[in-house]
């Protein structure tokens, strides 16, 4: 019997792809982390990244600016660069567009997304439309990492587990509109630290962390009250509801000490949330009122 895509998911999607799909050698890494890398000289790596934002499922135009929303779109695609300690150079920017929307409508999207790309040195280079039932913005983003890579595989035991910012509440308080992708951030973590493994924050810490300790074949314990809330968020908030676009990365205890001596050039607050251990993939919470106990991923997913 066939199974539809829903029972499959969006895990077993992804899997299957990474099992059935070739690259060639140059690929070091391709599909299943934050943007694939292909190796061009020695010590250089282009970064490549697409993401597909749709209307209702990604934002409501009764609820975002349009402003906002090519804000959004760019910034996702910049927050996976910021992931993998790059810059990011060049995008092209598709739109499905319906018919009966306002020209100005789509210049405003547009106004959001060169504001951000000029923030951060993007050149927009092409792209494509078609007409859509609903709106629907793809951004295909390529930069680029000289001399390392950062990888959601390289954990390690005893590794301290850190984040930037504040998770949780995203949606109420209209963070997923107005975020600031961590590209400086990450750039300067990765040339002033030795950062093991990292990833941002999209699905939510369950989920985010989950896939970072899957890929490095590790486990976590964390502990409630190390990790920073937005206003008026929860911890349940902060493990599931997604869309903080914070950097969630690993480093050795040496390591994050010396940060901590040095973590007011960051410019943004950082919080050590927990520590690596073995234990495939499991995550354990140590709780506000001292319980232990094993958390499992519940993030957004698509299917």
Known sequence: MVKKISEIGELGFIEYLKRTIRVDKKVVKGIGEDTAVVKISKDRFLLLTSDMLIEDVHFKIK???PFQIGWKALGCSLSD??????????????????KDISFNFIKDIYSGIEKLANIFKVSIIGGDTNRAEKLIIDIFLLGEAKNKVIYRSGAKVNDIIG???????SY????????MPRIKEANFLVNNFRINSMIDISD???????HL????????IIFAENIPLNKGAKIEQALNEGEDFELLFTLPEKEARIFS???????????FIGKVIEDKGRIWLYSKKGKLEEIFPKGYSHF
């Open 204 to 210: 939510g810490l369950s989920s985010d962390l989950f």
């Open 63 to 65: 609820e975002a600016t």
């Open 261 to 271: 001596k040095k973590k007011s050039k960051i410019g943004i607050p950082v919080s």
């Open 172 to 179: 109420k308080l209209k963070k997923h509109l107005k975020f």
């Open 81 to 98: 660069i910021a992931s993998m300690g790059g810059n990011p150079l060049y995008a092209l920017i598709s739109l499905g567009i319906p």
């Open 213 to 220: 300790l899957q890929e490095s074949n590790k486990g976590a």
């Open 163 to 169: 984040v930037t910012g504040k998770l949780g509440n």
